[in-house]
């Protein structure tokens, strides 16, 4: 029989993050083990905890643990439930399971699958480490910033690299979790639990989902000085030179420095503005396609196309047929 552990944060998570994964995979146990006809599951799946006292989140929830850490010495999966809140701190609260997910993989070559930002804790390991990985978007800037040597995948919600996997965030969780199911359980079994579950299968990006802000959290003030010009001006055709000049930066500075500030190149940020602008309008307006290519700045239209697939995964029309209710009835 294997084993899979689902991880039992201390400190902050949000339940739902632990228990549907932990029921999604004890439903694909359960048909496993009824259509193959087997005497017992084909996997053991144990909550694990720090111990076996319960873990209360949001000052309403309890999880009671089946395991606790020191009862499980191998295990061939390992869920790594999110953490929420002050990651920095949450990181701490959870050193000894950090710990453990590293000599498991080194002892016993589990695979490890990280929960959104779960990501943070399977990052602390060092088994990241030049390898790829997907988080949730609000916390793409203060991954890349902890954890520069990791490769992110900001447009996935699923991730492999050699046994390790990731997923992005939120609910997106129940999708991964199929994608696991299918994995360990088999096709057949990830595809009914998808039916049952009424789960879409094979979605596997999160681009539609991401709302770009812009990265501001840092010291550089020319740089925000240009954010704050391109957020403002985004409906003109912009000169990136003209841009440096205005907050007397040369051309190679301007574009390093930006860079290292933001996590974008100015013409990405440029592009993203836009983007947004026009999801917004996409989302709440009857305007036409390409009349909002034309408020946001744009005059090619196969240009604004890629632009907008690339930061959505959808077409524009795609997007306002699934994001605007008024003309999706039309």
Known sequence: MKHISVIVPSGNSIVDTIIAPFNLLSMANSYLRRTNRLSENPFKIDLVGKSMEPII??????????AALTDITKTDLIIVSPISGDLEQEIENNRVFIDWIKMQRITH?????????????LAETGLLHGKMCATHWTAHDLFRQKYPNIKLIPERIICEDNGIYSSGGAYSILNFTLYLIERYFGRETA?????LSEIDFDRIGQNEFIIFNGQKDHSDEPIKKAQLFIEDNYQQKLNIQKIADMVHLNGRSF??????????????????????AAKKKLESTTATILEVMYGIGYNDEKAFRTAFRKYTGLSPKAYRTKYNREMSYS
């Open 255 to 276: 574009l390093r420095r930006f860079k290292k500030a933001t996590s974008n190149t100015p013409l990405e940020y440029i592009q993203r503005v836009k983007v947004e």
């Open 109 to 121: 070559g589990s695979e490890i699958a990280s929960l959104c930002k779960g990501a943070f804790l």
């Open 57 to 66: 989140y949001q000052g309403l929830f309890s999880i009671q643990p089946t």
């Open 191 to 195: 595809i009914w639990c998808s039916k």
